[in-house]
């Protein structure tokens, strides 16, 4: 079975500020993993994913993230955060025969001014 | 049109209407999803078809009732719902088992049960 936990579903930053949203998984399997971020009445859009190889992503709009197998985490970052980084980031897991998403609970990013 | 489109984006219904949802994905994948999101709630998963054959079908109840006439076209037949279905949701897509794992979403249909 997999699961994934975020811990925090609020998170406020200041605008300049680093950015660092946490995700742990359990899985049985090796794992895939993704962050999505979804804006207010939008669909999920993908910002980033493992599959195997570089242990550390880069996605869109400056993010990445690093799988670290030791810890069970993939915890998302920026360095810089801007106004528009503002939405709800939602990890998720997969792995095994089919590629159906577990996705956490999300959290929403507030960037204060 | 790119990417998965859905229509509409918006729908008010009574409990005792009959309407559907639509999805239509345009990157040639081969799986498709319904979710179900709810204010406070986890993403639910609803419906997943794999070649146009319904795979997975999480205890959802028989007023939803999907449709895959095929590989890209999903559809969600709504009967006689309650006011707890209202709700934002969303259609995915991906390829199955050519290591592109990821799932790409539509906009949503936001649904108001009155």
């Known amino acids: 079975a997999q699961s994934v936990t975020q811990l925090g579903s609020h998170v406020s930053v200041s605008e300049g500020a680093l950015v660092l949203l946490r995700c742990n998984y359990s899985?049985?399997?090796?794992?895939?993993l993704f962050w999505y971020v979804q804006y207010p009445n939008q669909g999920l859009q993908l910002l980033l994913k493992?599959?195997?190889?570089?242990?550390l992503v880069k996605g869109i709009n400056g993010f990445e993230a690093e799988f670290k197998k030791s810890e069970t985490s993939f915890h998302l970052t920026k360095p810089s955060a801007h106004m528009s980084d503002a939405a709800e980031y939602f990890c998720?897991?997969?792995?095994?025969?089919?590629?159906?998403?577990?996705f956490g609970t999300g959290t929403l990013l507030a960037v204060q001014p | 049109e790119t990417g998965v489109t859905q229509t509409p984006r918006h729908l008010v219904m009574g409990m005792t209407n009959k309407k559907s949802l639509k999805c239509e994905q345009h990157l040639g994948h081969n799986a498709m999803y319904w979710y179900k999101q709810s204010a406070k709630k986890p993403l639910e998963l609803m419906f997943v078809?794999?070649?146009?054959?319904?795979?997975e079908n999480n205890s959802v109840p028989s007023r939803f009732s999907p449709e895959c006439p095929n590989s890209s076209h999903l559809f969600l037949h709504l009967h006689t719902l309650q006011p707890e279905d209202s709700a934002l949701y969303l259609c995915a897509s991906s390829q199955v088992r050519s290591g592109l794992y990821e799932q790409y979403f539509g906009p949503g249909t936001r649904l108001t049960v009155t």
């Open positions: 078809y794999s070649l146009e054959e319904r795979v």
């Open positions: 998720a897991v997969s792995g095994g025969a089919t590629n159906k998403l577990i």
């Open positions: 493992y599959t195997t190889g570089a242990t």
């Open positions: 899985s049985s399997v090796p794992p895939y």
